[in-house]
Structure formats: structure tokens, C-alpha cells
């Protein structure tokens, strides 16, 4: 008995021991703490590919507002914009030049076309927007400049005809329209010093141009210069015998001065000149001592007020 305790004994030891011989799992050393400057200056890992946020939008450019846009590449619009034109179809003819620039924006015929036909679609800004297309691809050329600046005093855009017409006169100073031009910007913006400025350099550089001479009087006028008025519309009256406008316009100096019967000859002959011109005719009845009526001018261009004050005409 005592033999099989002792057997029993020694077994249970025998395992014990085998268990303490088990390896003991280790864990492997700590580094020592990384300083603080280098986690500081530490890169930070990019996003992951499928982190990448979307790139920005690029912003548009801006629309061609002058062409159409289509899908007819084979198309010569441009014919069909000039066919069109012979037809009287002018808003149809300007749609296909339109098309014919939408291939190429500095197409110049297409552009010349545009601003030959926009006017009579009633759209004037389309065409001072295509000249003034045009004036850009000529940067040394004086002449689509001032076609510019007119166009844009027709829009009534008397800052730009003004800037407009001083690049042709930049670009050319010894070009009489270009100094017709900006006069005639300054005179529409009512800035009539700089307006008889431009005029009087224009009148140096050809003595003998009626509308800039007509121009300089009326700006004249304006100014309440009646005599120096009076001079250069005898000037342009005499180079342009058959406008009425000038002669209307030489009438209202000489009215001013006191001249009465001289008044009385050229607003007569305006009226000659153009029967439906009521700022002459109501000049003329005027120093006439004639009360017109409203009847006397019913039908007539521009009815207004029957009796007012002489006022001279813009070209």
C-alpha cells in the first residue's frame, strides 16, 4: 500500500516538473518614446486613392455671344447668310452668319456680315459687339476703331465710343475720323469742351469736312459760342449745300444773333430741302411770326412742341 502512494506520488511530480518546463511567452522589448520634435515634423500619410477628394471645377469659358451654336459642320452659312440677304431675309441671313462664326470666332467676313445686318434686325448692339470683334484683330489699324466707336454711339454707349474712338486716334492721330468720332462721343455725353476739342483738331486736319465743321457749330451752339458758331456753319452749309440740318443749324446761330432775316432765308431753305423736317419748319414759322397749329406738322418726322425754343440738330 505504502508503495502504490509513493508510485502515485512520484507521477504527480513527474507532470508538475513537464508543466514548469512549458516556455513562458515574451513580449518583445519596448522601444524607447520617440522625441517630441520628430513626431512634430513627422509627414502625415496621404489620403488613400479612394480617399482622394474630387478636384476642383474648372470655371467655364465664357460663351461666344455672337455665334450659334450647331451641328451642321459642312454647311457654308456664310452662303446661305449672303443668299439670304438678297432674299430680304435679313433675321435669317444674321442667324446663318452667326452659325458661320460659331466655327471660327474670328471669322472677319462673317463678322463684317453681322454688322451690315444686325441694324436691320433692330439689334445695333450685335453689331457694335462684331465690330468691335473686329477692331481687336486689327490693333494697329485705325480705321475699325472709329467704325467701333460709331457703332457704339448709336447704342447710346457714349463711355465706350469715347474709349474707342481715343484707340484710333492712338493708333492714327493724323486720321480726321478718328477725331470726328470721339468729338461726336464727347458731344453725345454732353461733354462739350472735349467734344470741340476733337472737332476743331478734325477741321485742322481737313478744312473742308461739312459734318465735322457741323458738329463743331452745333457743339458751339451748345456752348452759347453763337459767333464762332455762326462761322463754321457758313463753313459747312457751304459744303453741304443740300442738308437740312446745317442749314436749320446756321438758321439758329443767326437767330441768336439777332439776324433775323438771315435766319429766315436758311430755315426756308431747310424746309425746301425737306418738307417733313419739323425743327425747320417751325424755326421758319417762328421768326416768321407764324402760329402753326398741330395740324401744321400732323404726319411730319418728329412732332413735338409747335413752338419751341431755336434748337439746332444733331447729324
Not at 442667324?95 to 453681322?114: M, N, P, Q, S, Y
Amino acid at each position: 500500500m505504502k508503495k502504490k502512494i509513493l508510485t502515485a506520488l512520484c507521477t504527480a511530480l513527474a507532470f508538475a516538473a513537464c508543466d514548469d518546463a512549458q516556455p513562458v511567452a515574451r513580449h518583445k522589448p519596448l522601444s524607447p518614446p520617440t522625441p517630441l520634435a520628430q513626431v512634430a515634423s513627422k509627414p502625415k500619410p496621404g489620403p488613400d486613392a479612394g480617399q482622394l477628394t474630387r478636384a476642383e471645377p474648372q470655371p467655364e469659358l465664357p460663351r461666344d455671344t455672337l455665334a450659334v451654336e450647331h451641328d451642321q459642320p459642312k454647311v457654308d452659312h456664310l452662303s446661305r447668310a449672303e443668299d439670304l440677304k438678297g432674299l430680304g431675309d435679313f433675321a435669317g441671313a444674321l442667324t446663318e452668319a452667326r452659325r458661320a462664326l460659331f466655327t471660327d470666332g474670328t471669322d472677319e467676313d462673317a463678322l463684317k456680315l453681322i454688322a451690315r445686318i444686325a441694324p436691320r434686325t433692330g439689334n445695333p448692339v450685335m453689331a457694335a459687339d462684331a465690330l468691335g470683334r473686329i477692331a481687336e484683330q486689327h490693333p494697329d489699324d485705325a480705321v475699325p476703331h472709329v467704325a467701333h466707336a460709331r457703332a457704339l454711339i448709336t447704342t447710346h454707349d457714349y463711355a465706350g465710343a469715347v474709349t474707342a474712338a481715343r484707340e484710333a486716334v492712338k493708333i492714327d492721330d493724323q486720321n480726321v475720323e478718328a477725331w470726328h468720332a470721339l468729338g461726336r462721343a464727347h458731344l453725345s455725353a454732353k461733354d462739350l469742351q472735349s467734344a470741340i476739342v476733337a472737332f476743331e483738331k478734325a477741321v485742322e486736319l481737313d478744312p473742308k469736312h461739312g459734318y465735322a465743321l457741323n458738329n463743331l457749330g452745333l457743339a458751339y451752339l451748345r456752348a452759347n459760342e453763337n459767333a464762332a458758331a455762326a462761322q463754321v456753319l457758313e463753313r459747312a452749309a457751304e459744303a453741304l449745300p443740300n442738308v437740312a440740318y446745317v442749314q436749320n443749324n446756321l438758321g439758329v446761330a443767326y437767330e441768336r444773333l439777332g439776324h433775323v432775316d438771315a435766319a429766315k432765308e436758311v430755315y426756308s431753305r431747310a424746309t425746301l430741302l425737306s418738307p417733313k423736317y419739323v425743327k425747320a419748319k417751325v424755326n421758319s414759322a417762328r421768326v416768321a411770326k407764324v402760329q402753326l397749329t398741330p395740324e401744321d406738322v400732323e404726319g411730319l418726322e418728329t412732332p413735338e412742341d409747335v413752338n419751341p425754343l431755336p434748337e439746332p440738330t444733331e447729324p
